[in-house]
């Protein structure tokens, strides 16, 4: 078990200090990050947060997952590594205005 944790369906009104006072419940929380948008800078609704050990992290998902917080059931899991993205020829994301087959 890792010590950093994967928390979603964060509200967007919570703050970091929020997680990290909410997950110190469960023992000593390194850091707290709340996911953003790069463009707008609004807060996607999840983010991670580090404990001090393997066994605070292993408690902190016992106790708060599916848990309510700030009227949105909290899903708490074990981070798992990013993957990486596959990008197109020309390094965009997808093939939206390409052309298909049969001129559509």
Do not use: C, H, W
């Amino acid at each position: 078990m890792g010590k950093k944790l994967y928390v979603g369906n964060v509200s967007f009104q919570a703050s970091e200090d929020d997680l990290r006072e909410l997950f110190a419940k469960a023992g000593e929380v390194m850091s707290a990050k709340l996911i953003t948008d790069p463009a707008t800078g609004r807060a996607r609704g999840f983010g991670f947060v580090e404990m001090g050990s393997d066994a605070e992290a292993q408690k902190a998902i016992s106790t708060l997952n599916g848990t309510s917080f700030m009227d949105r059931n909290l899903i708490v899991s074990e981070a798992k590594p990013q993957e990486r993205r596959e990008r197109g020829p020309r390094g965009d994301r997808g093939s939206f205005g390409t052309r298909r087959p049969g001129g559509r």
